[in-house]
């Protein structure tokens, strides 16, 4: 079973708005990381942000983590059309020493 | 450096047959992660190795197994093939094993 759901499935914008996804998961987590895939090809890692954070910043990509929710979300701002793909967020989870991924998120931007 | 790589990129295979995947990481790397991703169930967490030594292992069936090298490069080998097991294989390798991990493309297993 998935620990990570993101939200929506999918979401399509124009090119150089924001894009924000959301991921929810179950149980208490020591770590959240974003990743990308293109087109059935491998995933790229995006971010990590650690339970003991609130915020992290990385160039365009603004991640929060809300664990009193068991949430946390992703916003790519000033969106191109290269970010087109598929978004993930992954957990491990405190005793269970494996990266658990969400459905993911298919974002597509429109020129 | 060098990324990820996985061999083959593509396979159709025959129901019963079996199947053997390989990944090389990336240099220095110790962990490899194996995971099946399908359109139905997302991406799955197959099994970890590192240092030659299985970590962790997800929920699926003996058929599934795999092994890593002294060199770190890993193989996954499938046997008994079943169409349910059509899907992309994708190995991921990091420096510890959970964190930022860096996958290879895929390959694309197709059984017939």
């Known amino acids: 079973s998935q620990q990570g759901e993101e939200d929506p499935q999918a979401l399509s914008i124009q090119e150089g708005e924001n894009a924000t996804m959301n991921c929810s998961y179950k149980?208490?987590?020591?770590?959240l990381q974003w990743y990308r895939q293109n087109s059935g090809r491998g995933l790229v890692h995006l971010i990590l942000?650690?339970?003991?954070?609130r915020e992290k910043h990385s160039g365009r990509l603004r991640v929060t983590l809300d664990t009193s929710k068991k949430s946390s979300s992703l916003l790519i701002t000033a969106s191109r059309a290269a970010d087109t793909a598929s978004y993930f967020c992954?957990?491990?989870?405190?005793?269970?020493?494996?990266?658990?991924f969400g459905q993911g998120t298919r974002l597509t931007i429109n020129p | 450096k060098a990324g990820v790589t996985q061999t083959p990129r593509y396979l159709i295979k025959t129901r019963g047959q079996q199947v053997t995947l390989s990944c090389s990481p990336i240099?220095?790397?110790?962990?490899v992660s194996w995971y099946q991703q399908t359109p139905g169930q997302g991406l799955q967490f197959l099994f970890e190795?590192?240092?030659?030594?299985?970590?962790n292992k997800g929920n699926f069936p003996g058929r599934f197994s795999g092994r890593q090298f002294s060199n770190s490069r890993s193989e996954m080998n499938v046997s008994t093939l079943e169409l349910g097991d059509s899907a992309l294989y994708l190995c991921?390798?990091?420096?510890?094993?959970?964190?930022?991990?860096?996958f290879g493309p895929g390959t694309r297993l197709t059984v017939t």
């Open positions: 991921a390798s990091s420096l510890t094993g959970l964190h930022e991990q860096y």
């Open positions: 149980t208490s987590i020591n770590n």
């Open positions: 942000i650690r339970s003991n954070e």
């Open positions: 992954a957990t491990d989870t405190q005793g269970a020493q494996k990266l658990v």
């Open positions: 240099s220095g790397h110790r962990s």
């Open positions: 190795y590192f240092s030659e030594t299985q970590r």
